[in-house]
């Protein structure tokens, strides 16, 4: 069993809707977890950052972090065709740094005009 | 733009070949990541380097090494390379050791190995 499972999707929704993203893990010790966007020939770019449980809201994106299931989630409201992307989930032990993050292997979300 | 410079874009070789790919981070972070992407494998953690010294290694295969120099720039040099080292090469930084976790990625390496 792989440490952190995505769905690779590809997941297509129309433009306006609620996209909910999510990965599951099985190392307990993970304390820190984000959420990275990737456009097509990109680098990764944070997007959400959360430490253990709860919710953490930016603008039209939600993360939620729940620990006694190890599962984490990403909601987008009003999806825009602009976040038609691949969304990686990413965890650590640590700030991030000392371990390295421990990413899933993503999901390709495609907003349909 | 994230600040972070890595060359070359692409590059072709052959089986048993080796390669040296560069990182520049971005101004003032003296941490240099290193991770692999692959379809199959998807993003994973090589090698830190924080301020010149090796911080923390992860699943870095013997025949790759790396090194941060003394103005931070970074080099990862890949050789007796396999058909299954073609993959997507990113550089990322952070401003230090242990921080919220944000890195900044470089737009990467592309290597083909034929």
């Known amino acids: 069993q792989k440490e952190v499972e995505q769905d690779p999707g590809p997941l297509s929704v129309p433009e306006g809707a609620i996209v909910s993203l999510n990965c599951t893990y099985s190392?307990?010790?993970?304390?820190?977890f984000m959420w990275y966007r990737q456009y097509s020939r990109k680098g990764p770019e944070l997007l959400m950052y959360?430490?253990?449980?709860g919710n953490k809201e930016d603008g039209r994106f939600t993360a939620q972090v729940d620990k006694s299931s190890k599962y984490i989630s990403l909601f987008i409201r009003d999806s825009q065709p602009s976040d038609s992307a691949t969304y990686l989930c990413?965890?650590?032990?640590?700030?991030?740094?000392?371990?390295?993050?421990?990413f899933g292997k993503g999901t390709h979300l495609i907003i349909q005009p | 733009d994230s600040g972070v410079t890595q060359t070359p874009k692409h590059l072709i070789t052959a089986t048993g070949q080796r390669v040296t790919l560069r990182c520049s981070p971005r101004?003032?972070?003296?941490?240099v990541y290193w991770y692999q992407q692959s379809l199959d494998q998807g993003l994973q953690f090589l090698i830190q380097?924080?301020?010149?010294?090796?911080?923390a290694k992860g699943n870095i295969l013997e025949r790759f090494s790396a090194q941060q120099f003394p103005d931070l720039h970074s080099e990862l040099n890949l050789s007796s390379l396999e058909l299954g080292d073609s993959a997507l090469y990113f550089c990322?930084?952070?401003?230090?050791?242990?921080?919220?976790?944000?890195?900044?990625f470089g737009e990467g390496s592309r290597l083909t190995v034929l």
């Open positions: 990322a930084s952070s401003v230090d050791q242990q921080n919220t976790g944000e890195l900044f």
């Open positions: 190392n307990s010790a993970f304390q820190y």
């Open positions: 959360t430490y253990s449980s």
């Open positions: 990413a965890m650590s032990e640590s700030g991030g740094g000392a371990d390295g993050l421990t």
């Open positions: 101004s003032g972070d003296l941490s």
């Open positions: 380097y924080y301020n010149g010294e090796e911080r």
